[in-house]
């Protein structure tokens, strides 16, 4: 089992990107999904989750009103819209399953600088 997340880069601070998860040999519907992220020298937290029919979202405080996760259960694939970027949201962002954690994948670099 694998997650593959897509769509990081380098953006200007206030830039948008859009992050996609999606697995490989498996299918997320039956899963709650959260986003986590990797700073430089920094441990991984959490910063969204969706539970599986895309009804009840949560958001980490710094990115609360700038940052949806969504998901779209018939394309398998679970996304991150960031908006209004901050030189603080620089990171390796990874996507996992809420419960029953399996190996982290390779993340998407999101790298915000001016």
């Known amino acids: 089992l694998q997650l593959v997340e897509s769509g990081g880069g380098l953006v200007q601070p206030g830039g948008s990107l859009n992050l996609s998860c999606a697995p490989s040999?498996?299918?997320?519907?039956?899963?709650?999904i959260g986003w986590f992220r990797q700073a430089p020298g920094k441990g991984r937290e959490g910063v969204s989750c969706i539970n599986t029919m895309g009804g009840s979202t949560n958001y980490a405080d710094s990115v609360k009103g700038r940052f949806t996760i969504s998901r779209d259960n018939a394309k398998n694939t679970v996304y991150l819209q960031m908006n209004s970027l901050k030189p603080e949201d620089t990171a390796v962002y990874y996507c996992?399953?809420?419960?029953?954690?399996?190996?982290w994948g390779q993340g998407t670099q999101v790298t915000v600088s001016s």
């Open positions: 996992n399953l809420l419960v029953g954690q399996i190996p």
């Open positions: 040999g498996f299918t997320l519907t039956h899963y709650a």
